[in-house]
């Protein structure tokens, strides 16, 4: 097996691509196709392994129960400041667009922020800017769900110094168990979870205020774009030797050369299975007695 080194780029996979193909030059295949193979390859190994596991930093909102991903997911009152009569606050970065939000004032000091909108798009959280004539140092902090999450894991809201892990069941069930009454009757500390579709989750009960989460993920790799020779990827190196042997499949299979196409689909379901570690799943329940 051929292990690729920590500062794994565009174009180490590209040789170890073109290598397996037997077209050094790129003379069948052009450098755009590899590029798109290897994108897919990249892919595929974190949805098979789970390797690129994140610990999203976000918060949660009152009275929200389903989370977005892509999405802000809330944001919190960092420091009040003093003099504020009018702010504004206007979002920046963070990949997406679109959130929306106006702060309250009590005594010249920022003391709630509300959204009205929770925007799309964004991999990390924008910058918020606090705009007002007269006031001055208050700030906020935004948190999002990265838009490129492919699984969740685990989710711990912090409370006070204490962090604690919610309870995970299937959607029907909590449902049933957890969701009897409506979000803007009933709001308390959130205690459960579960994901729904391919691209949110729901908590309950929805939150009484404002709580600062840590989301156990995993997320897809942001693609190469073509040209590009010096980023380093963030697929842990262990990972990263099936890589070539999936984006040569999918070159054999789209030329139609079936039966080269299993032979390296057959390489990358070894080298996968040689390099998985352990995948962990969603814990049901933190506080049952394994025994």
Same mark, same amino acid.
């Given at each position: 097996?051929?292990?690729?080194?920590?500062?794994?780029?565009?174009?180490?996979?590209?040789?170890?691509?073109?290598?397996?193909?037997?077209?050094?030059?790129?003379?069948?295949?052009?450098?755009?196709?590899?590029?798109?193979?290897?994108?897919?390859?990249?892919?595929?190994?974190?949805?098979?392994?789970?390797?690129?596991?994140?610990?999203?930093?976000?918060?949660?909102?009152?009275?929200?129960?389903?989370?977005?991903? $892509?999405?802000? *997911? =809330?944001?919190?009152?960092?420091? /009040?400041? @003093? +003099?504020?009569?009018?702010? %504004?606050? #206007? !979002? &920046?970065? $963070?990949?997406? *667009? =679109?959130?929306?939000?106006?702060? /309250?004032? @009590? +005594?010249?000091?920022?003391? %709630?922020? #509300? !959204? &009205?909108?929770?925007?799309?798009?964004?991999?990390?959280?924008?910058?918020?800017?606090?705009?007002?004539?007269?006031? %001055?140092?208050?700030?906020?902090?935004?948190?999002?769900?990265?838009?490129?999450?492919?699984?969740?894991?685990?989710?711990?809201?912090?409370?006070?110094?204490?962090?604690?892990?919610?309870?995970?069941?299937?959607?029907?069930?909590?449902?049933?168990?957890?969701?009897?009454?409506?979000?803007?009757?009933?709001?308390?500390?959130?205690?459960?979870?579960?994901?729904?579709?391919?691209?949110?989750?729901?908590?309950?009960?929805?939150?009484?205020?404002?709580?600062?989460?840590?989301?156990?993920?995993?997320?897809?790799?942001?693609?190469?774009?073509?040209?590009?020779?010096?980023?380093?990827?963030?697929?842990?190196?262990?990972?990263?030797?099936?890589?070539?042997?999936?984006?040569?499949?999918?070159?054999?299979?789209?030329?139609?050369?079936?039966?080269?196409?299993?032979?390296?689909?057959?390489?990358?379901?070894?080298?996968?299975?040689?390099?998985?570690?352990?995948?962990?799943?969603?814990?049901?329940?933190?506080?049952?007695?394994?025994?």
């Amino acid at each position: 097996m051929t292990t690729l080194g920590p500062s794994t780029t565009p174009g180490t996979y590209e040789f170890q691509v073109l290598d397996q193909l037997h077209d050094p030059n790129a003379d069948k295949w052009s450098i755009p196709q590899i590029d798109g193979y290897i994108n897919e390859a990249r892919k595929k190994i974190v949805m098979d392994t789970g390797c690129l596991r994140t610990l999203q930093t976000a918060y949660f909102t009152a009275g929200i129960e389903q989370y977005f991903y $892509g999405q802000a *997911s =809330g944001g919190i009152i960092v420091a /009040g400041g @003093s +003099g504020y009569t009018a702010p %504004t606050l #206007s !979002f &920046s970065g $963070g990949g997406g *667009s =679109g959130v929306a939000a106006t702060l /309250g004032v @009590s +005594g010249g000091a920022v003391n %709630t922020i #509300s !959204f &009205s909108s929770f925007g799309s798009g964004y991999s990390s959280a924008p910058t918020a800017t606090i705009s007002d004539a007269t006031g %001055t140092g208050a700030s906020v902090a935004i948190g999002v769900v990265n838009i490129n999450t492919y699984d969740v894991l685990n989710i711990s809201p912090l409370w006070g110094t204490e962090r604690y892990a919610l309870k995970w069941s299937p959607f029907r069930n909590f449902s049933a168990w957890w969701r009897p009454f409506l979000a803007s009757s009933y709001q308390r500390q959130p205690a459960a979870w579960a994901k729904y579709g391919d691209n949110s989750f729901f908590i309950a009960p929805p939150p009484d205020q404002s709580y600062p989460v840590e989301i156990d993920s995993v997320i897809l790799p942001t693609p190469y774009v073509t040209g590009d020779t010096t980023t380093v990827d963030v697929i842990p190196v262990v990972n990263q030797d099936p890589i070539k042997f999936y984006a040569a499949y999918l070159a054999k299979h789209n030329a139609q050369n079936y039966g080269e196409a299993e032979t390296k689909l057959n390489e990358y379901t070894r080298t996968m299975r040689e390099c998985v570690s352990v995948y962990v799943g969603r814990l049901p329940d933190p506080y049952e007695d394994p025994d």
